[in-house]
Every structure is written in structure tokens, then in C-alpha cells.
């Protein structure tokens, strides 16, 4: 059987400078190595820096005796989490993507400028969480309902996850420009993942089947699963441990997709069972 593999496929720039800053604290710097949340949503991943001594923490506080070095994941935090930071005097490593980083500092420009910050995104996702963090009173949505929640004659900045599906947040932003009295959209799906939804819909035309391998909570994985799946059967997996037989009767070309948090050894993996079916 043939294998397509996507070109954007695996770490994004923003979890590859993540994890190598991780792999290098885990040979150089003081320990043991915190990271605040999980570094990247691939369980795998997280298996593998568990088993190297790394330890996954939800507080700051978390840190045992204020030693060892902390690192702030490339979803980011919000400023509330860098002032605690200071007060406790851990020492940090600030792994936040470059994107997320200008996605924040947007956030905080709208916002000084009287606008009401709308992110869409996820609401229970990092990012958001972090990126809303920089604002007064901005909120979070995930649909076309909701932003006909938010009601006519409000002046609206919109801004939105990275990893947010592009079509999703077009529908979104037409609805809440009908109903602003003045409206910004400035537009922040990272140019990664915008790439990779378009070569979704481009290489699932050209097969019979498309497999995506990536984290069941990763966001950027569960949208080219969505887009992929418009056009031909799909499936979203973790590992090749997923795979079934019975999804192959027939095919003779398959889509190999992979989240921009899922490991090349995954990837690879996944690619030689495939090329066995």
C-alpha cells in the first residue's frame, strides 16, 4: 500500500524549540526539571521525559524547596503566573512559542485600546487560557453560537488560538462583524498550522484513506482529523498499535497526517506498519 506523508507533519518550530530546551535542561541544567503542565499534548511524549526524570507540575509552588529548574511549556502562561514566578524566586526556562508570544502581546494592545478581546479557541486549552489572561474582561469562544451570544453594538478586537481551525474562526469572525460597532481581526492562526490544514484538504483528495497520528487532546491534531475527514474516511490514532485491518480492505493509497505535537518516532512507526497493510 502506498503511504503518503505530509510535509507538515510532526513538531512545529514552536514544541521543537520546546523540547530541545527540555532535552538539554535534562543533561545540563539544575535538577530535577519541572514543567509547568504538560509540555506538549502527546501522551507519549510525556512518557518519555517522565522516564527521564522530568516532572510534570500544575503550580509553582509545586517546585520542592524552590529547587531545580521550572519551564513554562510553548502554550504559554498568563502574566499572573510570571508574577508568582518572581515572588518565589524559581529558577525558569520561558519555552513559549514565539507565535503564542505575539498572539499575547495583540492581546494586551486590543484590550489597552478599549477593545473587547474575543480569542477563539478552546476554553479549557492552555493557550487561550494564557492569551485571555492578558486582557480585563476578554473571553473565550469555540462557535458560531456563541458569538451571536456576544451580542450587537460592542467594539470587538478578535484574536484566536494558533492551533484554531482557519475555516471555524472565519465563520466566526463574519457573525461578529455583522454585530460590532467597530471591529478588529487580526487574524493569529500560526502559519504552521494554516499550512498543514490546506495540505490536509489537498493530499485527502488524492487517496482512499487517511490516518492522523497524534495526542486524542491535542488541538492542533483533532483539527486536520476534522478537515481531513470532510473528504475522505479518517482516522485518529496515538500509535500504529490503533490501526485495523478492516480500515484497509481495498485501499491502495493512504494519508499519513500528524499533529505538531507528535514525535518523529511516532510518525515513523506509524509510516512502516502502514507500508506492511
Known sequence: MEVILAKYAGFCPGVKKAWKLVEK????ETKPVYILGELIHNQQALDYLTEK?????????DVKERKGTLFIRAHGEPPS????????KVKTVDATCLNVIHVQELALQLDREGYLVIVCGE???PEALATVGYTKDGQIISSVKEALEIGKGKKIGVISQTTFSADLF????????????????LGTICNFTQMAQKEA??????VDIVIVVGGKHSSNTKRLAEVASQ????HHIETALELQ????????KVALLAGASTPGWIIQETARVLEKQ
Open 123 to 125: 476554553k479549557d486549552h
Open 53 to 61: 526524570g522530568v516532572k510534570t507540575i500544575d503550580n509553582p509552588e
Open 81 to 88: 503566573t510570571y508574577k508568582k514566578l518572581r515572588r518565589l
Open 25 to 28: 535542561a535534562i543533561r545540563e
Open 245 to 252: 485491518e478492516d480500515w484497509f480492505r481495498g485501499v491502495k
Open 170 to 185: 472565519k465563520q466566526i469572525t463574519d457573525v461578529l462583524q455583522k454585530n460590532a460597532s467597530e471591529f478588529r481581526s
Open 201 to 206: 484538504r489537498e493530499i485527502a483528495s488524492k
Open 231 to 234: 473528504f475522505k474516511p479518517t
